[in-house]
């Protein structure tokens, strides 16, 4: 096993049933952490004909219209910096990003939800997305989040899954049952079962982990292909009061308190997926022992707001890669790419109807 893996966390209380009960009979917004909506390509998914609206119509049903604001991953913050290339992924791939020297980024971090007045700790998952973009002129988008699989592995579960989380028109909320059903028949949501069991929302959003969960291919100078997912692990943040405060937007205020005090670090590993590893599916993980290759470091310079800083206006599309970088086939990906830009179309229509304080 390569010597840069995380450490492990010290383990946590699980929760009770009644509370893992609960957790699953709303997890239907937290789940769709991954999209903004899902959908391939060609704008059908199959016989069925779901399309882009389908899904995006879904997440708005579940989670209020915000117009103006991102569909999914609401409410969130821009972030810039830069990455710094070990210049030991340049075997595996050609992209220019992993050459020794320094790639501007700018980021974002969020809640899954579409709403953007959510409490902080209303849900345990953070993500954080990333545009590099190459001396080139090459970019590279990436979205990873703190779990570590997805609930489900294609689109069509997925809808099925914003589904059972749709609001029932008589109470107003997701039926008590609906979702607990939902999970009991896929069986391939038990590893994102787990992880929920012990998952806590976290005080901070420097001191996540986090993972790109779908698998991409990395390509050399050769031609040689290397399947990898990716993902990034805090260097030397403190997490003291880890405990989540009783205030609902924390986590902004702590990222500007720690940035005011010096940039934040983040090791960017490459796991390298091995004969057998699935590749095309993002609800099972890949066995321990993988190797890992430390590709740099991801720093971050400064906070932004997010309606005036420079991620507002990104659709952080994962099939936007430069030349070295490749998307597998994962269907969620294709899916991803598709409905991020429905997804955009309708909130940069509507920037007028942002509230007055956060327009630019």
């Known amino acids: 096993m390569d010597d840069q893996l995380p450490p492990v966390r010290p ?24 999209a903004g909506a899902f959908y391939y390509v060609n704008g059908t998914l199959d016989a069925r ?7 995006v119509n879904a997440l708005e049903q579940n989670s209020g219209v915000h117009p103006g604001y991102r569909r999914n991953h609401a409410k969130g913050m821009c972030v810039v910096g830069y990455f710094q290339s070990s210049g030991d992924a340049q075997a595996l791939s050609s992209a220019q990003v992993f050459r020794a020297g320094r790639t501007p980024v700018v980021g974002r971090f969020a809640l899954p939800s579409g709403n953007p007045y959510a409490p902080d700790s209303s849900v ?18 990436t979205g990873m989040n703190s779990m570590p699989v997805f609930a489900v592995g294609t689109p069509e579960a997925f809808y099925q899954m914003l589904q059972a989380g749709a609001p ?3 109470t107003g909320k997701p039926k008590p049952a609906s979702m607990p059903a939902f999970f009991a028949a896929h069986p391939e949501t038990a590893p994102f079962l787990q992880w929920v069991k012990t998952a806590r929302p976290s005080a901070s959003f420097a001191t996540e982990s986090y993972n790109g969960i779908n698998a991409f ?5 050769a031609g040689q292909r290397q399947a990898v997912r990716w993902g990034v692990v805090p260097e030397g943040q403190d997490a003291a009061g880890a405990t989540a405060p009783n205030d609902a937007d924390y986590l902004e205020k702590d990222l500007a308190q720690r940035l ?13 997926a091995e004969a057998g590893d699935p ?21 971050l310079e400064k906070a932004e707001p997010q309606h005036t800083g420079e991620c507002r206006d990104i659709n952080y599309d994962p099939l936007i890669l430069p030349s070295g970088i490749e998307g597998s086939d994962d269907p969620l990906l ?21 509230p007055q304080e956060t327009r630019p």
């Not at 383990?11 to 991954?34: D, E, N, Q, Y």
């Not at 005011?260 to 390298?272: E, H, V, Y």
């Open 11 to 34: 383990a946590r209380p699980p929760l009770s049933r009644a509370s893992v009960m609960l957790r699953l009979a709303g997890i239907g917004a937290v789940v769709a952490v991954f």
């Open 49 to 55: 004909r779901l399309q882009p609206k389908s899904f």
């Open 124 to 141: 345990p998952i953070r993500s954080f997305a990333v545009r590099f973009t190459q001396a080139n002129g090459q970019q590279w988008r």
């Open 168 to 170: 029932d028109p008589a």
């Open 217 to 221: 291919y990395l390509v050399n100078a």
């Open 260 to 272: 005011a005090a010096g940039p934040l670090k983040w090791q960017f590993n490459l796991t390298l």
């Open 279 to 299: 590749v095309n599916d993002a609800s099972k993980a890949w066995p321990p022992g993988c190797k890992v290759v430390n590709a740099g470091t991801l720093v």
């Open 334 to 354: 294709a899916a991803r790419s598709a409905a991020y830009a429905s997804s955009y179309v309708r909130r940069t229509r509507e920037v007028d109807q942002l």
